[in-house]
């Protein structure tokens, strides 16, 4: 076990992954010679070549179908986006051709897109957003999103791993923010729901960074007692672990730093409605972004995005409910 | 008498669940009926008063019958309008009668728009969650005297979760008896039996069920000519794939025998008498245990076009609704071929009867890892470790010869044995 932030997590796993399988290359917009915009890649290109660690034009679309040539052929690219709101460039060939490969033609597409998302930093509406959703709705694709340092790494290399397309959100604001114990060497985390916090009284529904926002939201919760889910893959999403939580606890708050509409909790709502309504003791209340652009103006942004704030009072309208 | 599915003329009154007087909301259970394919249950089709019942319990009717009579302008709590000492004219709705009957009835009789009865009691009714509602009927709490604690006094899970748990310590104080190991020949209470002569327990009619079972079962053995043939399959294969397609091992294995009952249709067949009719649709019936109550023979239409996926979600869906009693008559009907899986409980063997008018049946036994000896590519034997299960077939030697079924037997182990996912 070693301690390390978020971000190195990532670099950890994409480089066990690297020197395990030669045919684990990356492909992005100045992750060679710059070590990637946030660093994700720094020192790769000397341990691993520019054959392997390839800097791309800047023309997303470009990448992704590159790396889905790749795939069919056999190998298995790591695409980054350099910021998740570049990603619509490229949205073709991830939602056309990469999804619907193995459906027309029986190849599978084993590759996996990178994608830094979300805000929290003034970084306004073209470099704060969450588009997870849009990906969730196109059928042949995998989104994950962890939370913590030691999923990071274990969901990089499941995704390098897992023959499908895997669209990996990592979230910017947990980069430099989140340290954790991170195991040595090569391991799996599961494309499953994780308890972030026992609790009886009540469950958030989250993942990515807002789980942290939930924690800190109900760790003193006027003595309630307070169940965290973590989804970590919305899809598959882990529909046993989010009926199990329900049916505990009775009571759920859902939370997404994405737009609302449509939002991957917009999702867990609906199965919750449909699965679990008779172990309802309340509304199921969704707390998230409006459907609104992330403002540049910090003050704005911080109006714009959840706050553990917002979650408290969700929680505690439902407590009392 | 509703009509329970295309082919069912008539049905007996098992149980009345409401009696005359009662007030009935509509889709509540009014009664129990017997057809001779399932049980069931009648909803009622309106909210209102019983006031007459037309059909005692055992006997059979017609479909279209008129059940009972209930009074849709009568109100929950009210007494019953023969206890009223004024001239009403209750409007009346034929029970369970069929949909259109039941229409013209109300249409003619110009009847006000049946009334909810109001979920409780005055003006103060309360709401309750969904699964405050759930706890309490499984708990069978009067949600009436429960403290809410929630806002505006409603009361929240953990409140009728407090009340079950205060009222179970009261009901059920914790015994003085030590707990005694299961092998102990003592009970409590049971001394002064120990010495006295035994007192066999009151015997009970056998179930409907059981009764129809026993019927069918004896008429096969009376009707039929029944052999039995085993074959050993190894079902490695099918072990894999059961793995890889998430499902389990019987839909698999029915795919396989579907796919020789195409191949053989002599024993996708029915005898009646002389008369002797080939199917070249594969109707599969499946049983499905019912408990201690008896089981079922729900049926897979056209299984010839299904994937085993298909089969097994298929299964799945008719052994839940035949658990919960929800299957139709016509959910059971027109098998020309029967699979029966009772290899789950470790069983080895059986000789199964064959379900009538069909000619044969087959018996899935326990899958069991056993030392096999087996043939590498270079024609070397070797002894191997497999998962082997025991097919049974019975079938009717009226209707075909022990060489076809060996030979039938034959293809379900070669089909099993060379399984391509």
């Known amino acids: 076990m070693t301690e390390m932030t978020y971000l190195r997590a990532i670099s950890d796993g994409l480089r066990t992954e690297m020197r395990e399988d030669d045919r684990v290359l990356l492909m992005g917009e100045d992750i060679g010679v710059y070590g990637g915009a946030f660093k994700v890649t720094d020192g790769f290109i000397e341990e ?33 986006m350099q910021f998740a709101d570049f990603v619509s460039c490229g949205f073709d060939q991830i939602v056309n051709v990469a999804g619907k490969m193995l459906y027309r033609q029986g190849l599978p597409v084993n590759i996996t897109v990178r994608l830094p998302s979300g805000g929290g930093f003034s970084g306004g509406p073209f470099h704060s957003q969450n588009p997870e959703a849009w990906f969730m709705h196109s059928p042949g694709l995998k989104v994950v999103a962890p939370s913590t340092a030691e999923d990071a790494k274990g969901l990089i290399i499941a995704s390098i791993r897992d023959p499908n397309p895997v669209i990996y959100m990592e979230h910017k604001n947990l980069y430099r923010r989140v340290k954790g114990e991170v195991p040595e060497g ?18 958030v529904i989250t993942y990515g960074a807002m789980v942290h926002t939930a924690l800190e939201a109900t760790a003193d919760l006027d003595g309630a007692s307070v169940m965290v889910l973590d989804l970590r893959s919305l899809v598959p999403l882990d529909e046993d672990a989010i009926l199990r939580a329900v049916h505990h606890c009775s009571k759920v708050v859902v939370v997404d730093e994405a737009n609302q509409t449509c939002a991957a909790g917009a999702q867990v709502s609906a199965l919750i409605a449909e699965r679990a309504f008779e172990d309802l003791d309340g509304p199921v209340l969704r707390v998230a972004s409006p459907d609104a652009p992330i403002p540049f103006s910090p003050p704005l942004e911080a109006a714009v995005l959840p706050s553990v704030e917002r979650v408290r009072e969700a929680c505690r309208q439902l407590l009392e409910y | ?73 009568a109100r929950p709590g009210e007494p019953h309008s023969s206890e009223v000492d004024r001239p009403a004219a209750p409007t009346r709705a034929p029970a369970a009668a069929p949909p259109g009957a039941a229409g013209a009835a109300g249409a003619a009789g110009a009847a006000p728009p049946p009334v909810r009865a109001p979920a409780a009691r005055g003006a103060a009714a309360r709401r309750y969650s969904p699964v405050v509602q759930r706890i309490a009927d499984e708990h069978g709490v009067d949600l009436d005297e429960v403290e809410g604690s929630g806002r505006d006094g409603r009361v929240q899970k953990k409140d009728v979760m407090a009340y079950v748990q205060a009222r179970g ?64 399959v190894d079902v490695s294969r099918i072990e894999i794939a059961r793995r890889q397609l998430g499902i389990t091992a019987l839909p698999l294995i029915a795919r396989c025998t579907i796919g020789a009952l195409v191949e053989y249709p002599l024993l996708n067949a029915w005898l009646k008498g002389d008369v002797h009719t080939v199917h070249e649709q594969v109707n599969l019936g499946i049983a499905v245990a019912l408990g201690e109550d008896g089981l079922i023979v729900p049926v897979v239409r056209s299984a010839q076009d299904l994937s085993p996926e298909g089969l097994s979600r298929r299964i799945r869906d008719l052994a839940r609704r035949a658990r919960a009693r929800q299957l139709s008559p016509d959910d059971v009907r027109g098998a020309t071929f029967t699979i029966t899986n009772p290899g789950q409980f470790g069983s080895m063997m059986a000789t199964p009867v064959i379900a009538q008018p069909q000619v044969a049946i087959l018996d899935v036994e326990a899958i069991v890892k056993r030392p096999v000896v087996v043939t590498d590519a270079f024609g070397e034997d070797a002894i191997a470790i497999r998962p082997m299960v025991i097919l049974g077939l019975s079938w009717d030697h009226r209707a075909l010869d022990g060489a076809l079924a060996a030979r039938f037997l034959a293809s379900v182990k070669k089909r099993v044995e060379s399984y391509e996912a």
Do not use: N
């Open chain 1, 48 to 80: 691993f070549g520019a054959d392997r660690v390839m800097d791309t034009p800047l023309a997303e679309s470009g990448i992704v179908g590159t790396a889905v040539g790749a795939a069919v052929v056999g190998l298995r690219p790591v695409c980054e």
């Open chain 1, 186 to 203: 090569s391991y799996e985390t599961p494309f499953k729901a994780r308890v972030a916090r026992e609790g009886d009284d009540l469950v």
């Open chain 2, 1 to 73: 008498m509703p009509q329970m599915g295309v082919s069912v003329a008539e049905g007996t009154v098992v149980e009345w669940r409401k009696q005359r007087g009662d007030w009935v909301e509509a889709d509540e259970t009014i009664c129990e009926i017997s057809t001779d394919k399932i049980d069931t249950e009648v909803p009622s089709p309106a909210s209102g008063r019983l006031i007459e019942v037309l059909v005692q319990v055992g006997a059979t009717v017609d479909v279209g019958t008129t059940l009972a009579r209930i009074a849709t302008d």
């Open chain 2, 169 to 232: 310590g009261a009901a059920a104080p914790p015994s003085d008896e030590p707990t005694m190991h299961i092998e102990s020949p003592y009970r409590p209470g049971a001394g002064a039996s120990l010495s006295g002569p035994y007192v066999p327990p009151e015997g009970r009619p056998l179930s409907r069920m059981r009764q129809s079972i026993g019927e069918h079962m004896k008429r096969s053995q009376e009707t039929a000519a029944t052999c039995t043939t085993w074959i050993e």
